[in-house]
């Protein structure tokens, strides 16, 4: 029935590429862990009084078909049965016609490309690439897709990957066994885990393999982490292995968990034509590149296999300007000022920054002129003389003569009523020949040579005539499923997010050492693409929350902590305990200060100081540790309740740090966090009067919950 084509072990996963035995048709792509073999899986279905009755015509009944690691879908092709139209554009007749032509492995600057090449009767050339570096069992995926014919062929679907053959740990459909997990989202409730049985989803196979189940989620618009993170995982819990798949992806996309028969797969890309709006028609000689997905497998929990996959955001940080190694403390003034800052606020700010850790002070949003005086009147980016009297240069030195870095925030890619800008709609996108608003905003369109002009001068001419290091850069709304422009929607909003990446891009060129922040209303931007064009986002628009521990250890598993900045905002009337329950969740992420800065008392701003002073000391291992999970908060994220832990550990294992909170009500009175080993000793444990006690017991450390919302940072140490 099949063959192998290709097997790879690379660390703790085997790749393996199996074909058809008879030749035709693309090959499959599965992973496994090299520690647990695959069972022996049936070939048919038992002759059992489901299908006894069937004509023989009909006998055997095969139990499972290999599942094309390239999907797609052309226009020209007839279109998939069973079931599927409205529900998946996948496992149709465009994949089942494409022929397998070759496989060639690459090696380039340490790492390891294998492509497989396949093609389409209308003349398209497809090339799956699975690459990965040295020996890492982190895997990026994704489709080349060239016309080599002599006619125009439209795509409607491409996924970037497609993972099949799960689960090989039961000879048969694995009944009461497999889980989905996703992380949702929504504005101020960053990355929820919600996991689901295969039986809840509708996923069983049918009696007969008639008929498809599938289930397709993703986000339509311009805001990628908008109800989904780009995430999905399978988990076989009987086997305790798990697979998963996480986009790189700044617009609309889509995921799917996809059955006909015994096994489940995985795919994912750009939104379809049905769930996205988009299709893309190429010309005789062009290409076109789908998004990167970042695969893999792993014997463990989901926790383990999220950050594995978050794992692979590490390597554009490289590029990031040398400040950024040191994760340095920010402080934005948003809380401070609720979008007023003056040349008088920043002053006093900056004042009380000096000679503290704090290295970043911020001016958000209200530095640019509201000529009718609402709340958002951007888009013309004229300082606000009223405001900065000297002109923001002067403030932004006397900011610099305080040893701090100046910041500004921007929403650039959009402009409100009230500006000129808002009326130069020759250069704003357009949906059904009419410009495009949302609410109070217009959209530049990055595809407009006008706007890289405009904004060059508007912004970037901006930072380096001021001498600003550090860029906020908000978006506050969605586009929506698609623009003018292309021969689809969909195509027109994928080409516009092209050329916004481009203009970050081309920001970083121009000022090397600049230092961007990706914030989207906080958190609607936290995927791969965009993480990677910046040096740390928002990890939420929850500011003074008592939320904001959960939100901030969860999206320990869809970020990387060193990018996951995160808000403590400090009141004059805050207790002692309140401001320690605030500070400690920035040791989950970016510590990020705002609020009455300056008007806090000297046993406030003492106890703010020493939080992070122990933040400078213990910043590595947030920068390259690996965590774990510990507590139960209740299925209310905004009425909390009972506690949690993260332990974080350094690469080398010599180090870690603790960042514990308790929430409201119910829990025990004391609780045993495990350790990796022995031999630890506890080097600091902050705060030293308010926070939760910590002792070591054997291979645990012992914690006593005293209190509700109380917090603890503990480092520790061992030989």
């Known amino acids: 029935m099949t063959k192998l084509l290709s097997k790879f072990t690379v660390g703790d996963t085997i790749i393996r590429f199996d074909a058809p035995a008879e030749g035709k048709g693309a090959p499959q792509l599965s992973l496994h862990p090299k520690s647990l073999a695959p069972v022996k899986h049936r070939e048919f279905l038992p002759p059992d009084v489901e299908i006894a009755g069937l004509p023989a015509i009909w006998q055997p009944r095969r139990a499972w078909a290999l599942d094309s690691l390239v999907e797609l879908k052309c226009m020209e092709d007839i279109y998939g049965g069973s079931f599927s139209q409205g529900r998946t554009m996948r496992a149709g007749h465009s994949t089942a016609v494409l022929e397998f032509i070759g496989q ?70 694995a009944p009461n066994r497999l889980l989905v997990h996703r992380y949702r989202s929504t504005w101020s409730a960053e990355g929820r885990l919600d996991t689901q049985g295969i039986e809840d989803l509708q996923l069983e196979r049918s009696w007969v393999g008639h008929g498809i189940a599938c289930e397709r989620f993703g986000q339509v618009g311009s805001m990628p982490v908008r109800g989904f993170f780009p995430f999905v995982a399978l988990e076989d819990r009987e086997a305790g292995v798990l697979w998963g798949a996480q986009l790189a992806c700044p617009g609309s996309w889509q995921m799917e968990v996809f059955r006909q028969d015994d096994f489940v797969a995985l795919s994912g890309g750009q939104a379809d034509r049905e ?43 490289a590029t990031l300007p040398k400040i950024e190694n040191e994760l340095p403390i920010v402080v934005n003034e948003w809380c401070t000022s609720w979008g007023n800052p003056t040349q008088e606020n920043l002053l006093a700010l900056a004042k009380r920054l000096q000679g503290t850790p704090a290295k970043y002070l911020v001016i958000d949003d209200g530095w640019a002129e509201r000529p009718g005086g609402g709340i958002q ?16 240069s002067a403030t ?23 500006s000129k800008a808002f009326s130069l709609t020759d250069h704003h996108l357009h949906r059904d020949g009419r410009v495009l608003q949302v609410g109070g905003r217009r959209y530049w369109d990055f ?21 600003l290091g550090y860029l906020k850069v908000d978006y506050n709304d969605t586009i929506g499923f698609g623009v003018d422009g292309a021969e689809s929607p969909g195509e027109g909003l994928r080409q516009h997010l092209e050329g916004m990446q481009k203009f970050f891009r081309k920001m970083r060129e121009e000022i090397p050492d600049l230092v961007i922040e990706n914030c989207s209303s906080g958190g609607h931007r936290l995927e791969p693409s965009m993480m990677a064009l910046c040096a740390m986002g928002s990890f939420s628009d ?20 060193r990018q996951s900045q995160i808000w403590a905002v400090l009141r004059k009337n805050d207790t002692a305990q309140r401001l320690a329950y605030s500070l400690a969740a920035t040791f989950l992420g970016r510590m990020c200060l705002s609020g ?30 690996h965590s774990t999970f510990h507590g139960e908060t209740g299925k209310s994220w905004r009425h909390p309740q009972g506690w949690q832990a993260v332990l974080r550990t350094s690469k080398n294992g010599k180090r870690a740090l603790l960042v514990a909170h308790t929430f409201g009500k119910t829990f025990p009175k004391s609780v045993q966090i495990p350790l990796a080993d022995s031999g630890w000793k506890i080097d600091e444990a902050w705060p030293e009067k308010q926070g939760l006690p910590a002792t070591l ?9 005293t209190g509700e919302f109380r917090a603890c940072v503990v480092s520790l140490r061992r030989d």
């Open 275 to 317: 769930f996205g709006h988009w299709f893309k028609t190429l010309k005789a000689g062009e290409t076109y590149d789908t998004p990167v997905a970042t695969i893999g497998c792993i014997k463990g929990d989901i926790d383990q296999l999220a950050q594995r996959l978050s794992s692979a955001q590490e390597g554009p940080l």
């Open 542 to 561: 929850a500011h003074e929350t008592r939320e904001i521990p959960i939100i901030a250890a969860n999206l320990q598993r869809l970020i990387l902590p």
């Open 104 to 173: 060639k492995v690459q090696k380039k600057n340490g790492g390891t490309i294998v492509v497989t090449s396949l093609k389409h009767p209308s003349g398209l050339r497809s090339e799956h690439q699975l690459s990965w570096q040295g020996n890492v069992p982190v895997f990026s995926s994704r489709v080349s897709v060239r016309n080599a014919g002599k006619k125009p062929v439209t795509l409607e679907m491409l996924s970037s990957f497609s993972l099949g053959g799960m689960t090989p740990y039961a000879h048969d459909d």
């Open 396 to 418: 932004c030195q006397t900011i610099r003569d305080h040893g701090l870095i100046p910041g500004i925030w921007f929403e650039f890619e959009v402009c409100n009523p009230g």
């Open 596 to 625: 009455e800065v300056h008007d806090l008392s000297p046993a406030q701003w003492k106890l703010s100081v020493s939080a992070m002073e122990l933040y400078r000391r213990v910043y590595p291992i947030i920068r390259d540790g």
């Open 377 to 392: 009147q951007n888009g013309d980016w004229i300082i606000n003389r009223k405001s900065f009297p000297d002109g923001l």
């Open 447 to 467: 595809r407009d040579p006008f706007t890289f002009d405009y904004l060059t001068k508007k912004l970037i001419h901006l930072l380096r005539d001021n001498g």
């Open 697 to 705: 017991k054997g291979k645990s450390l012992q914690l006593d919950l």
